[in-house]
């Protein structure tokens, strides 16, 4: 690397948590810094970094003369997460994030190791779920921004969850759950009014015994040690440039910046780094289907369902008529592959297509497609909305129930 790009160019460290939500819009935010003149430090864990470098391996050529223009920008890192090989990650969250509470020492040998072909770091940009970052940034002596993979409203409710778990609102009762009727407004800023469904699940009642609960309560204290803060979602969507205010820490800039896969999209760049295979076959299919007519049904990367629930949606994709496409991961059933009703693939051969990934974003962008059958996990509404696709919601956790009602009601 030149003696030049030292000595000129800002640094930024770009830090996702270890989920394929996560690694999207940071990969997508450190392409669109790059290209403004940031040289990029990118540290997924180990784990994401694996799964990213086998799953691109396939799509070496598009992928390589993207790398071509960037490799002088880019460095790319990676640190261990301390769980054995075998062990779930996203499937067991609890211990995640646990494990992602101890990355800060390994980061920070990483980020001082010396290296005088890299600019002097400016920034670190730190996933909103990652608060070892933020003795990593203090002991850097560098400002900590604070990217929010979700919208502003659960942004504003996870960073204030110690004012609702002191006003009674956390944990969330079962039968406030039940009637939804309560509206919880003491949450600062031009936010919506939100109900006990729209609360992150992890905060329900019955969780609170498990380290999920106990982690996200403790990541929401961290939320607030910034210098800057951003968000994935765009000023229109929920209250205006006031919304993203109230994530303001000490008068901070809080700023709307998406949808951040939009940009690299409509230029033709890559704006997917997906951790599984994308299926090559699902455009050609779409090609063939008739305007608007086909039902996309994808629920992300990690939701899972019950076999019972995936044998009544089969039945359903059959009764409907419509040509459909279905991503049905490797573990959808509840960790395994799912077993399809007895006939289902030759009765409905003529207007189905399953794989295990897509490149959504085409996908939903294909003038074939009617609508989104989706979990609503904030990226996947992001990009129905970003392409006008309507949704039908299907949440399993998190977030998705407020992402649903918003995507319906407002
Ligand atoms: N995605 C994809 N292909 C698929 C299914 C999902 O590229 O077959 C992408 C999708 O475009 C989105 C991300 O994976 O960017 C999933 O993020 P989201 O927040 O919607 O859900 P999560 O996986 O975090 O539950």
Known sequence: MSGKL?????????VPFPAQGHVNPLMNFAELLAMRGFFITFVPTEWIDQRLVKAASTDLVARDNQAKERVSKFRFLSIPD??????????????????????????????????????????????????????????????RVVFWTSCTT????????????????????????????????????????????DIV???????????????????????????????????????????????????????AIGPLSLPNFLEGRNSMYSMWEEDKTCLQW???????????????????????????????????????????????AEGKPMELPEGFKDRTKDRALIVSWTEQLKVLSHPSLGGFLTHNGWNSTLEAISMGVPMIGWPYFHDQFLDCRFAKDI
């Open 6 to 14: 030292t000595e000129t160019h800002l640094h930024a460290v770009v």
């Open 154 to 197: 659960l942004a504003i409710m996870q960073a204030n969850a110690h004012s609702l778990l002191s006003e009674g609102h956390i944990p969330v009762k079962e039968e406030d759950l039940k009637s939804n009727e309560k509206l919880i407004t003491c949450l600062p800023r031009k936010i919506p009014p939100i109900r006990p469904t």
């Open 201 to 255: 699940s992890f905060y329900r009642e019955k969780h609170v015994s498990e380290s999920i609960y106990s982690c996200f309560l403790y990541e929401s204290r961290i939320h607030n040690i910034a210098d800057y803060v951003l968000v994935n979602t765009f000023e229109e969507l929920e209250g205006g440039k006031e919304a993203q205010m109230g994530l303001s820490v000490n008068g901070c800039p809080a700023l």
């Open 82 to 143: 301390g769980l054995p090989p075998d062990h779930g990650r996203t499937a067991q969250l609890g211990d995640l994030f646990l494990s992602t509470k101890c990355l800060g020492p390994a980061l920070e040998s990483l980020l001082t190791a010396p290296d005088t072909s890299v600019p002097p770091i400016t920034c670190i940009v730190s996933d909103s779920f990652l608060s070892c970052t933020a003795e990593v940034a203090k002991n850097l002596g560098v400002p």
């Open 286 to 332: 779409l090609d063939a289907q008739p305007q608007g007519s086909v039902l996309y049904v994808s629920f992300g990367s990690i939701a899972v369902k019950s076999e019972i629930q995936l044998h009544e949606l089969a039945l359903g994709l059959e009764a409907c008529g419509y040509p459909f496409l279905w991503v049905l991961r490797s573990d959808i």
